[in-house]
């Protein structure tokens, strides 16, 4: 069995993340993974805006089946390029119409995916992302700290440069709003857009540690950062599913986040969710006031979010993913 990812393994963001988690799986079962659009497959796994029709119209024609990924779209207070965006949609729109089958990462995946369409709606599964959780687990490596402190984790790295802002913004908006909390630090971790460490070096908030914002994270070391951590900070809008939410959930790491996107049918009720109002039109409007708050309720009660998100993360294991992911292939190559 050969499988084909459109995308390198190397470099940041959540799509890199699931591409090895998934890679990792197919290699462990005996399966070839290649990284390329050119090199004929078995089948193909399409994702985001990474392939355009005429490379999935010559695949089909080749006998490759296809499958397709869904993300979330591109919207417009995340992206000024209107060019760009609307090409980028379209591709995701094609990919939508002409895969032979469609996977949503969650129920709001699906529901944007609709939304793009203009109310069409594609038949799919909805297969979860999952983590390696012999390498996200509760035991391993952890980092110093202050005893004295409790860390909240987030990252600088979100997308696109505006999407980068808009999260970065309201995570050091929180961080304001907690100032007279001493034992609470922020850290920000991770390869930032230049506009984005600009903003955190101004902000110059004593409760923010700034690491180096110039090399992304390694996948392998992730999971020691955010063992390292006390608290998840996830600041991200309409997000399809997270792998950071999902990874934290595997090591037992409470997580906070935005009443918004797929956040809260991954968390459901282990963890705290910030109002934030629902919009695909214009940037969601987050209640700072209440995600301040959200973080100090946690860690009164933190016991009793890390047992909950711990029981909560057995759901979005690799394991389960992958065997949701094999059964759809399987599936696939059987019809005609």
Not at 141 to 147: A, D, G, N
């Given at each position: 069995?050969?499988?084909?990812?459109?995308?390198?393994?190397?470099?940041?963001?959540?799509?890199?993340?699931?591409?090895?988690?998934?890679?990792?799986?197919?290699?462990?079962?005996?399966?070839?993974?290649?990284?390329?659009?050119?090199?004929?497959?078995?089948?193909?796994?399409?994702?985001?805006?990474?392939?355009?029709?005429?490379?999935?119209?010559?695949?089909?024609?080749?006998?490759?089946?296809?499958?397709?990924?869904?993300?979330?779209?591109?919207?417009?207070?995340?992206?000024?390029?209107?060019?760009?965006?609307?090409?980028?949609?379209?591709?995701?729109?094609?990919?939508?119409?002409?895969?032979?089958?469609?996977?949503?990462?969650?129920?709001?995946?699906?529901?944007?995916?609709?939304?793009?369409?203009?109310?069409?709606?594609?038949?799919?599964?909805?297969?979860?992302?999952?983590?390696?959780?012999?390498?996200?687990?509760?035991?391993?490596?952890?980092?110093?700290?202050?005893?004295?402190?409790?860390?909240?984790?987030?990252?600088?790295?979100w997308g696109t440069p505006l999407m980068a802002e808009y999260s970065v913004k309201v995570i050091?908006?929180?961080?304001?709003?907690?100032?007279?909390?001493?034992?609470?630090?922020?850290?920000?971790?991770?390869?930032?857009?230049?506009?984005?460490?600009?903003?955190?070096?101004?902000?110059?908030?004593?409760?923010?540690?700034?690491?180096?914002?110039?090399?992304?994270?390694?996948?392998?070391?992730?999971?020691?950062?955010?063992?390292?951590?006390?608290?998840?900070?996830?600041?991200?809008?309409?997000?399809?599913?997270?792998?950071?939410?999902?990874?934290?959930?595997?090591?037992?790491?409470?997580?906070?986040?935005?009443?918004?996107?797929?956040?809260?049918?991954?968390?459901?009720?282990?963890?705290?969710?910030?109002?934030?109002?629902?919009?695909?039109?214009?940037?969601?409007?987050?209640?700072?006031?209440?995600?301040?708050?959200?973080?100090?309720?946690?860690?009164?009660?933190?016991?009793?979010?890390?047992?909950?998100?711990?029981?909560?993360?057995?759901?979005?294991?690799?394991?389960?993913?992958?065997?949701?992911?094999?059964?759809?292939?399987?599936?696939?190559?059987?019809?005609?």
């Open positions: 069995m050969k499988i084909g990812l459109p995308i390198e393994l190397q470099g940041p963001g959540g799509i890199r993340s699931w591409a090895r988690t998934f890679s990792k799986c197919c290699l462990a079962k005996g399966w070839d993974v290649c990284y390329s659009d050119d090199i004929e497959v078995d089948v193909f796994i399409a994702m985001a805006n990474l392939t355009a029709l005429e490379v999935i119209e010559k695949k089909k024609r080749r006998g490759t089946k296809i499958l397709y990924r869904m993300d979330g779209p591109f919207f417009e207070y995340f992206d000024h390029k209107t060019k760009h965006l609307k090409e980028a949609n379209q591709v995701i729109k094609d990919c939508l119409e002409s895969a032979d089958k469609v996977i949503y990462q969650s129920r709001f995946s699906k529901y944007a995916a609709s939304w793009l369409l203009e109310g069409k709606e594609i038949p799919g599964k909805i297969i979860y992302n999952g983590a390696d959780n012999k390498l996200f687990r509760p035991e391993g490596k952890t980092l110093s700290k202050p005893e004295n402190r409790k860390i909240v984790l987030s990252i600088a790295y050091l908006d929180a961080a304001e709003k907690l100032l007279s909390e001493s034992y609470i630090e922020f850290w920000i971790l991770g390869e930032a857009y230049p506009e984005t460490e600009d903003i955190i070096k101004k902000a110059d908030l004593p409760n923010v540690t700034r690491y180096d914002l110039h090399s992304p994270i390694k996948y392998e070391d992730m999971n020691v950062f955010i063992r390292t951590a006390d608290l998840i900070l996830h600041t991200r809008p309409n997000d399809a599913c997270s792998n950071l939410i999902i990874e934290a959930m595997n090591v037992g790491t409470p997580v906070v986040g935005l009443d918004s996107g797929s956040t809260p049918e991954l968390i459901g009720n282990a963890g705290l969710l910030a109002n934030c109002t629902s919009s695909f039109e214009k940037a969601p409007m987050v209640d700072v006031e209440d995600l301040a708050g959200k973080i100090v309720s946690t860690f009164h009660r933190y016991d009793m979010y890390k047992s909950k998100i711990m029981k909560r993360g057995r759901a979005f294991t690799q394991k389960i993913m992958c065997e949701n992911y094999f059964e759809l292939i399987k599936e696939l190559l059987m019809e005609k």
